[in-house]
């Protein structure tokens, strides 16, 4: 499970474009098919409650969790903290000592077959004894994709594979993309009016949804390792972009200015709650440069600063998860450039009106509605008196 050691995988991997549409699509290859029993499904959505215990804090490994059931009782529970650190299953075992002979142990991800960081959990699960594992999902790494099932049933372990497999991708649809995309997974979320405006005229934005949707999106922060922001955000919002939440992850909080012409105080310079990352381009503004690291914000300079170029830069920092929740200029050229995959809409019963008002997404150059992106696997759900839109954007071969 431990996957530090992917990022240098070739990107045309065979093993990875095998597994490329199960991983990518959080629905099994038959969908009607509901693999294992009822207690099966209730202990993987307790292996699911616990890798949630580590949101934010696993990148560039997934978020894991294991149970072990013997004669129908839970006899030991772990989960994956972070990085570097035991897997999910090794916790478990450590918790179940001699009673992991002869038990089942579930877990959301398949065990690791490679060595890593750490010694390969297959290993550790024969060597207790264990007499079944049931797997939520194959893991896309290419260095295990299949092989750490192989290894436990040529040790004689039974395995089953696919219980609540969908929840399972879900969870680790950054990591998967990471792995099969050598990207983060871009997540765009926006809050608008029901006539699509996310500000009136003058710019104000505060506050376009309720209570219930933020809350929602401080979970969304807490979830993702990053969140990218352009100037006219910092200039207008003078945003926190926290997870408003203690104790919770905050993730890097990252602004694109090509030209550094910010304010020299701002929320984002405040980074004793929370790192903050400005991107620009080489030789801007070093005044501001040297201001912005003496308020110890990391200053990186790129040759052409782009949404593509940010995710690639994200990407090298072992980041699975960036959440864009920028402006609607910025916000068009991310999905151009396919820097966006996931997109969130929140939407409030509220008109406002405005010619001029911005809106989400800015200018793609489409003039024919045949053009527009259909986003794809749509859920829509309430969220107190507002409306949540989640699809995904129809994906480009890569």
């Keep these: 499970m431990d996957n530090s050691s992917v990022v240098d995988q070739p990107d045309n991997s065979d093993i990875a474009n095998t597994h490329k549409n199960l991983l990518i699509s959080p629905k099994n290859s038959h969908p009607n098919e509901t693999v294992g029993t009822d207690f099966d499904r209730r202990i993987m959505q307790r292996c699911l409650e616990l890798a949630r215990q580590a949101t934010g804090r696993t990148s560039p490994n997934p978020l894991v969790g294991a149970v072990i059931v013997k004669d129908g009782e839970i006899v030991g529970e772990g989960f994956h903290p972070r990085a570097g650190e035991p897997h999910a299953e090794i916790f478990a075992l450590k918790a179940a000592q001699e009673r992991a002979c002869g038990a089942t142990i579930y877990v959301s991800l ?63 649809e950054g990591f998967a993309h990471r792995i099969l995309y050598h990207r983060p997974l871009g997540i765009l979320k926006y809050a608008m009016t ?33 969140i990218i922001v352009g100037g006219n955000t910092v200039r207008q919002d003078n945003p926190h972009l ?80 960036v959440l864009w929740e920028c402006g609607g200029i910025l916000a068009a050229s991310a999905i151009a450039q396919g820097a966006v995959q996931k997109v969130l809409a929140f939407i409030a019963p509220k008109i406002i009106g405005g010619n001029s008002a911005p809106t989400p997404v800015g200018d793609l150059g489409f003039t024919i509605m045949t053009e527009a992106l259909s986003l794809e696997r749509v859920e829509v759900r309430m969220v107190g008196s507002d409306c949540l839109i989640e699809g995904y954007l129809p994906q480009k071969s890569q």
């Design 194 to 226: 029901l006539d699509g405006k996310i500000a009136t005229i003058t710019g104000h934005s505060t506050w376009v949804t309720n209570q219930v949707a933020r809350s929602e999106v401080y979970q969304l922060r807490a979830a993702c390792d990053a």
């Design 110 to 172: 398949e065990p690791c077959n490679h060595y890593g960081r750490t010694p390969p959990c297959t290993s550790a699960l024969i060597a207790a004894g264990v007499a079944k594992v049931v797997v939520g999902m194959v893991d896309p790494n290419p260095l295990v994709a299949g092989g750490g099932i192989a290894r436990l049933r040529e040790a004689g372990i039974e395995v089953l594979v696919g219980v609540e497999q969908e929840a399972c991708q879900k969870l680790n």
């Design 242 to 321: 926290t997870s408003h939440q203690e104790g919770a992850h905050n993730p890097l909080r990252v602004v694109m200015s090509r030209h550094l012409n910010l304010p020299e105080v701002a929320h984002l310079w405040q980074t004793a709650e929370a790192p903050t990352l400005v991107l620009t381009e080489i030789g801007a503004n070093p005044d501001f440069q040297e201001l912005l690291r003496k308020q110890s914000v990391e200053v990186v300079e790129l040759t052409s600063l782009t949404p593509d170029r940010a995710m690639a830069h994200l990407y090298d920092r072992g980041f699975c998860s």
